[in-house]
């Protein structure tokens, strides 16, 4: 053999050329085959078609190759995930790629939530307005959008400040509630505005001290008046539009008491976000998050599903795209995400 391929190097290149190419071609199946996170049915080949047809749908651009690389993994990671977790069924909600499908995890929880909670232990407001009220049973449902109390869903973008889009939604809706009048209101202002309290813009913040900063100042201004820009700018001087006299806590971990205050108006609360990334759709259940309040929405609604699971509804602040149409169902009465431990509402 030795002597055969001595004689003709050429041959001897070209056939152990041939061989390394075949085994790389072998090991390279192997891994593909493998690798646990291409996706259910999906092909390396599919898949980046998947992320080229979800680019081309949510109109994202990359800066260049490499990042599209990098991009593309992460985006294969979670739709592997997705599909996951429909595909093992039992659940009564769906996961869904949406504009965050090429986010980590960690990116998404530093961008896209921001709520700091009062921490355990803090001196909690007394009082309750609705403590003596009991739901009627027209109030077995609620949902404030069929009562013109709830504005379309906004986008808080790449910016920590859920907190300022629960405390605008909840004002929102108690302004509509007692003058009849809806009318969007200016996050921005508490975003450059309501910063001398521990709340911080795009770097986190509280709808209690919001509901407070608003009382001080003498009220928010609207949507039109002072535009959402996703970053917190200089706080301008502006002509309030729509002002609170007070605001409450409901009592904490008390589910039936959030009911009686939503029943009367959108509620603001802190959640666990970390596990509403993919959301779809559907009834989202307890088993799947944990209780670490790090994202702020607001309570506009609850119900019962057609399966009989009790639910919130939870107007958020992540575009139309995402959940319902920017809503999410959370079932209700178990404490699910930790909703009910921090939940408040303005009055008018
Ligand atoms: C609830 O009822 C109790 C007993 O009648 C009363 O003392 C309390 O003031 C009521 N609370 C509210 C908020 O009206």
């Given at each position: 053999m030795a002597s055969y391929f001595g004689s003709k190097p050429l041959i001897m290149a070209a056939v152990m050329l041939f061989a390394v190419v075949t085994m790389m071609d072998l090991i390279s199946c192997v891994i593909a085959a493998r690798?646990?996170?291409?996706?259910?049915?999906?092909s390396e080949e599919a898949m980046k078609a998947r992320h080229q047809k979800w680019m081309a749908e949510h109109g994202r651009t990359y800066k260049d190759e490499a990042e599209k690389a990098r991009r593309f993994e992460v985006f294969r990671e979670n739709a592997a995930f997705i599909d996951r977790s429909n595909a093992?069924?039992?659940?009564k909600y769906r996961l869904a790629t949406n504009e965050f499908t090429d986010v980590t995890h960690d990116e998404f929880m530093a961008m896209y939530t921001g709520f700091k909670p009062v921490p355990s232990g803090a001196k909690k407001l007394p009082?309750?307005?609705?403590?003596?009220f009991t739901l009627s049973d027209d109030q077995q449902s609620v949902d404030w959008r069929q009562k013109g109390a709830v504005t379309g869903v906004k986008n808080q973008g790449q910016c920590s400040c859920c907190w300022a889009f629960s405390t605008v939604a909840a004002v929102e809706g108690i302004h509509e509630i007692t003058t009849g009048q809806l009318v969007s209101l200016s996050e921005q202002q508490l975003l450059d505005c309501d910063n001398n309290d521990g709340n911080n813009g795009c770097g986190g913040g509280n709808m209690d001290k919001a509901f407070q900063y608003i009382i001080g100042t003498g009220g928010l201004t609207t949507e039109d008046a002072y535009p959402y820009t996703g970053a917190q700018g200089m706080c301008q001087s502006v002509q309030p539009a729509v002002t609170i006299s007070d605001f409450q806590d409901v009592p904490s971990g008390d589910e039936t008491a959030l009911a009686v205050a939503v029943a009367n108006q959108p509620v603001s609360v802190g959640i666990d976000?970390?596990?509403?990334?993919?959301?779809?759709?559907g009834v989202f259940t307890a088993d799947s998050c944990g209780t670490d309040l790090t994202h702020a929405v607001t309570v506009v609604g609850y119900g019962v599903a057609q399966d009989g699971t009790l639910y919130w509804l939870l107007k958020n602040s992540?575009?139309?795209?995402?959940g319902e149409a920017g809503y999410m169902r959370l079932e209700r009465g178990t404490g699910a995400c930790g909703i009910g431990q921090q939940a408040s509402y303005p009055s008018a």
């Open positions: 690798q646990p996170s291409s996706g259910i049915g999906y093992a069924g039992g659940k009082g309750f307005k609705y403590e003596n976000g970390r596990s509403f990334q993919s959301y779809g759709g992540w575009g139309t795209t995402w």
